[in-house]
Nanobody, 121 residues
């Protein structure tokens, strides 16, 4: 059974930083696409960043606008999202996802339950 457990969310002031973690079990991350998505209240889910499992390229960087970085530790089977210079509009539930295959896409196969990030003074 594949399980993804996100952690690291919380309340942060504008301009602050957070590091989200996603511990994956039941599937090895090697050579698989891994990504972060978010959904703000009243809005559709949007992609944040993704790492291609074949060439390790990062996709959807235009969404992060240089403030976010996705990394993964295959030995720990964990994916990270470093978020800097956070803004109010970054407030959302953040989800990590992994796919059986290498390609980044909106509908990756396995999802976590999400972690809340709130950016507020």
């Amino acid at each position: 059974q594949v399980q993804l457990v996100e952690s690291g969310g919380g309340l942060v002031q504008p301009g602050g930083s957070l590091r989200l973690s996603c511990k994956v079990s039941g599937i090895r991350l090697d050579y698989r696409a891994v990504g972060w998505f978010r959904q703000a209240p009243g809005k559709e889910r949007e992609a944040v960043l993704c790492i291609n499992g074949r060439d390790e390229r990062t996709y959807w960087e235009h969404s992060a606008k240089g403030r976010f970085t996705i990394t993964r530790d295959n030995a720990e089977n964990t994916v990270y999202l470093q978020m800097n210079t956070l803004k109010h509009e970054d407030t959302a539930i953040y989800y990590c996802a992994v796919d059986f295959y290498t390609a980044c896409k909106d509908d990756l196969g396995y999802w976590g339950q999400g972690t809340q990030v709130t950016v507020s003074p």
